[in-house]
């Protein structure tokens, strides 16, 4: 990988805007650590489950047929938030395995729990910025799919640079895809949905899969937000590219 960074450069010194999402490595963060407090439960579920599930990050490259101990399709998901998603998709396909990215300690305690009630062997995760756990971590033609599900939107303009959809950090994930593996992701904020589109459709190593966008495809199930959502007459939009 080059140099060049994945999201956009910090903002020039002076603009107090981006301050905070200045952690060294030279990108814009696409969050921000947020105090949180833990239940006791998803303390404890933590504290029992990460040392036996977690994937430390390093700055090397990990085998992931090593790490889950069996060569099945991989896929990633970024932003797991409080794992009610990814724990139910990864409970209706055991087969395939499952790494979740999420830096907001709680919501990880939330789906350690999830994952020991349902016995999860395929959902492992890595409490960390999942734009440094792909470019130092996760080697080339690695993915089978990468799922980005209702990433903050950062509705502000000025907060825009925070996005998580754009071309860099997209040219990254791409490289991570093998071939035919897919790049999903869901929005229900409009002007992020085209974003999505417009910058998934720029990146030439990637193929849309419908002529816009796509729809909901059954493994990702309807979120209570989402159902919700539809009630009140707002949209959701699935953005689903196939590597080239
Ligand atoms: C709006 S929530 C959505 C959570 C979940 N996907 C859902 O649909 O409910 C976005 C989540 O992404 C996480 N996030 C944002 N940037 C991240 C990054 N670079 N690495 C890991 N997690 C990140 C945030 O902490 C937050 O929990």
Excluded at 50 to 57: A, F, Q, S
Aim: glycine share 10%; charged share 25%.
């Amino acid at each position: 990988m080059s140099d060049a960074p994945l999201i956009q450069p910090s903002a020039a010194e002076g603009d107090g805007v981006y301050a905070e999402g200045r952690e060294g490595h030279g990108h814009i963060k696409s969050f921000v650590r947020r105090a949180g407090r833990m239940s006791e439960a998803q303390g404890r579920y933590f504290s029992e489950m990460m040392p036996k599930i977690g994937l430390v990050y390093a700055n090397a490259p990990v085998d992931l047929n090593a790490f889950f101990g069996r060569d099945n399709p991989k896929v990633l998901e970024i932003g797991t938030g409080m794992g009610e998603t990814t724990a139910k998709i990864a409970d209706a396909n055991r087969d395939i395995d499952y790494l979740g990215c999420e830096v907001h300690v709680p919501g990880v305690g939330a789906l350690c729990k999830q994952i020991a009630e349902r016995e999860l062997s395929n959902l492992r995760i890595c409490q960390h910025d999942a734009v440094e756990v792909v470019r130092d971590m996760l080697p080339e033609g690695s993915l089978d799919g990468i799922h980005v599900f209702f990433p903050d939107p950062w509705h502000k303009a000025r907060h825009n640079k925070r996005r998580l959809i754009q071309p860099p950090f997209v040219a990254l994930l791409a490289s991570r895809l093998k071939v035919g593996g897919y790049l999903h992701c869901a929005t229900d904020w409009e002007e992020y949905a085209h974003q999505m589109l417009e910058v998934l459709s720029a990146e030439p190593t990637l193929g849309n899969t419908a002529e816009t966008f796509a729809p909901r495809p059954d493994y990702r199930p309807l979120t209570k937000f989402e159902n919700r959502g539809i009630r009140l007459g707002h949209g959701v939009w699935d953005v689903i590219f196939r590597k080239k």
